[in-house]
């Protein structure tokens, strides 16, 4: 075995594996860590070379094999995994080695995994990495936060293997403590509520244009060349031309319609709730995936309530529409998305810059879109910005498009098509461009029979009414 390894990674499934032998093409010599003897001689004759790619199920020989500051990435489930690899680790660290989780872990729990390990020395922080499996090897997006000092150390790496965008790395540095897994959080959430969208303009071109298949996989691979560039339309133009291996026809035809979850989106939601911000699209995401699950359920209300035939929409101007208003949904779900995380940096001090999050989303990671070099412009432009609708660069983009989602809302309300994801994210635009909403009523009302008291638009203070006398 060579003396040094520059870099070590615990956990050789799939995404550890890509993970390590990235780093291993891009110069890096690396040695990985697993309790299953299989994976370890797998990557070992996948490798090639064992000076510069090595495995071993024995955690000493792992860490004694690295050189110092030891630099070791976790790639394993999030929860009591990575506490517990951490503490079989501890006892074979000296003082300023680094130790990186690189999975979903709640950002809570980097927190308490920061503090905990800073008191013996140890460099802690979080690094969320999405692109998946495929990502992982060839370039994915990197969000690593925590210690300053430490990133300095592994940047290096974090940069020859991340994705490029026109050259640029699309890795950097976020902020303290759990700054990189809270900004994976969100991400996912975002994600969460462009696949939940995707799905329903795929649905709404079924049932109100009658497109088939490879219609619409002609129709997303074009989108995919313009303006809604990205690669979750991507990925829908090359699954809707799959054939069944099994059946005349196509695969997704014949895929069950129940979605799972593993938790990221639902934090979102949970954590915008506790901060008081409105992600109304990345919620219905995640409930859509509940609702999803009740397939049984669905199945006998199905058969107990009569519901519209769908009146077929002229197929151009459904086209058009659908394009429109799935443009104007992705920038409203990326304007919530990037509404908590301006106010979660405030309010854990991760001191985020929007503009360097946005770019790093550019490529390798599942929400990367053109639509993302427009964010960047715009937080550039205004760093401080509460939320991209009050960007002038995102207006004319949102006014030319809202009426399609209007337009399509209101046929599907019509036609019993739910569309909950777009109709969310018009909701969301109509109510935070109101100046005036009936909020006072409900005011009113906390103050009528529970003496909560209300503020009023003519005159100072705080008002209460005894409204039964």
Request: proline content about 4%; aromatic content about 8%; charged content about 20%.
């Amino acid at each position: 075995m060579k003396d040094k390894y520059d870099f070590g990674l615990v956990g050789l499934g799939v995404m550890g594996r890509n993970f390590l032998l990235n780093v291993a093409d891009n110069g890096f010599s690396i040695i990985g860590h697993d309790l299953d003897q299989k994976k370890v001689n797998a990557l070992i004759d996948e490798g090639g070379d064992t000076a510069k790619v090595n495995a071993t199920t024995h955690i000493q020989e792992f860490t004694e094999a690295l050189g110092a500051p030891r630099s070791i990435m976790l790639l394993v489930p999030a929860g009591h995994i990575v506490d517990a690899v951490i503490e079989s680790l501890l006892p074979l660290l000296d003082e300023g080695d680094i130790i990186i989780d690189g999975g979903n872990s709640f950002f809570t729990d980097t927190d308490r995994r920061e503090a905990y390990l800073r008191k013996k020395g140890i460099n802690f922080f979080g690094a969320g990495v999405s692109g998946g499996d495929k990502g992982a090897r060839k370039g994915p997006s990197i969000m690593p936060g925590g210690n300053r000092d430490a990133y300095q150390h592994v940047k290096p790496v974090f940069e020859a293997v991340a994705a490029k965008y026109h050259g640029e790395p699309c890795v950097a540095y976020l902020g303290p403590k759990s700054a990189g897994n809270y900004v994976k959080m969100v991400h996912n959430g975002i994600e969460y509520g462009l696949m939940q969208l995707t799905s329903e303009i795929y649905d709404l071109l079924k049932k109100a244009g009658g497109l088939d298949n490879m219609e619409m996989h002609h129709l997303f691979a074009k989108w995919n060349a313009g303006r809604l560039q990205s690669f979750l339309v991507e990925i829908t133009a090359a699954i809707l031309a799959r054939p069944d291996e099994f059946n005349d026809g196509h695969l997704i035809d014949f895929i069950l319609d129940k979605a799972k979850q593993k938790g990221t989106g639902k934090w979102t939601s949970q954590n915008a709730m506790d901060l008081g911000i409105p992600i109304p699209t990345i919620d219905m995401a995640v409930s859509m995936r509940e609702i999803s699950a009740l397939k049984a359920e669905r199945l006998q209300a199905d058969a107990l309530y009569d519901r519209p035939r769908p009146a077929h929409m002229k197929k151009d101007e459904l086209l058009e529409k659908a394009e429109e208003a799935l443009y104007f949904s992705f920038i409203m779900t990326y304007a919530q998305g990037m509404h908590q995380l301006a106010d979660a940096s405030k309010t854990y001090g991760y001191d985020l810059d929007l503009a360097v999050v946005a770019k790093i989303w550019r490529a390798g990671c599942i929400i990367r879109a053109g639509l993302l070099a427009d964010i960047t412009e715009a937080f550039i432009a205004a760093p401080t910005l509460p939320n991209l609708l009050l960007s002038p660069h995102f207006v004319p983009k949102v006014t030319e498009t809202v009426p399609a989602a209007r337009e399509l809302v209101s046929y599907a309300a019509s036609n019993g098509i739910p569309l909950p994801g777009l109709s969310n994210a018009l909701t969301y635009f109509d109510a935070y461009t109101s100046s005036r909403l009936p909020l006072n009523m409900i005011q009113a009302q906390r103050d009528y029979f529970g003496s909560h008291t209300y503020e009023r638009l003519d005159r100072e203070g705080i008002f209460h009414t005894e409204w039964g006398a």
